[in-house]
């Protein structure tokens, strides 16, 4: 492991206007396959977005942009807009 570094991914569901957020580590291994993953836990609760979006999640990738790119598209996916 080279870099580890603690990570708040907040978006914003279009529709009900709720803030979500999800917590973890983004962790940058030295390796040639996907050494950028990060792991996010749920920190959504009292509302109806935390049925349908998983409480944990993983990404990984070959850039810290390539992984964040992938988790936005995960929050698009339920409508909500990456904010942070």
């Given at each position: 492991?080279?870099?580890?570094?603690?990570?708040?991914?907040?978006?914003?569901?279009?529709?009900?206007?709720?803030?979500?957020?999800?917590?973890?580590?983004?962790?940058i291994y030295d390796r040639k396959t996907n050494p950028i993953v990060l792991k996010l836990k749920s920190e959504i609760y009292d509302t109806f977005i935390c049925e349908f979006m998983e409480d944990k999640k993983e990404f990984?990738?070959?850039?810290?942009?390539?992984?964040?790119?992938?988790?936005?598209?995960?929050?698009y996916k339920y409508g909500i807009i990456f904010q942070n």
């Open positions: 492991m080279i870099y580890q570094a603690d990570q708040e991914v907040i978006g914003k569901h279009l529709r009900s206007k709720e803030w979500v957020m999800y917590s973890g580590k983004l962790t990984k990738g070959d850039s810290v942009s390539n992984v964040y790119g992938k988790m936005a598209k995960w929050y």
